[in-house]
């Protein structure tokens, strides 16, 4: 059987000499798209979850095997580790079942690139116009938002060892292989090594 292979399985983790900045991706983790009535299904999922749900703009709610993100009035994503994704989504169907919903598997379209380190917010502001600083963009939120050519799904994480602020940007699979190069090309002020997009694109915002 062939070994599976993710969007960035030919891209090693990299980081700064120092630590101060680092890159790599989350492999195979679990994505599922969740749309509906908030108030029809929001209790719901809630109740089968132990809390976890996300009732207002941008925010994000954990539970002890994953997270759900808001993504829009009617639209939530949910992020779990790759081995609970076939029990987690018999939990969410068991608990929708009767209810107007959408619920769809999307793990294989996108991956996730994880950015670590106290200056992330600032490499990350060089590719996007969202406003990253922490005032604006604590730790919990979720948005989408352009990153250079590609868009992507913008997640800060909470309870980061050491503190360590941590972003995961959930970009499509055609894109990942540009924006992780973009990335390390804004990483270049820090440390990151250059890394050259295999299909050759220009790592260039404007």
Known sequence: MAEARSPLSHRDPIASANGTLALKELKFLGKFVLRGADDEIGAAVAAALGGAWPAVALATAEWENGTVLWLGPDERMVVVSDVEAIEIAGVFRAALAGMHHQFVEV???????????????????????????????PPG??????????????????????DMPAFRLIVRWSMADYLWCLLAECGREWGLPAQAPVAGERLTIA
């Not at 379209?109 to 200056?119: A, D, F, Q, R």
């Not at 989408?144 to 309870?159: D, E, K, M, S």
Request: no cysteine; hydrophobic share 35%.
């Open 107 to 137: 793990s294989d379209y996108y991956t996730v690139i994880e950015i670590t380190g106290g200056p992330a917010w600032k490499h990350l502001s060089k590719t996007t116009t969202l406003d990253l600083h922490p005032r604006a963009f």
């Open 141 to 162: 939120m979720a948005a989408g938002g352009t990153f250079g050519h590609a868009q992507a799904i913008l997640w800060q994480t909470r309870g980061n060892p050491d």
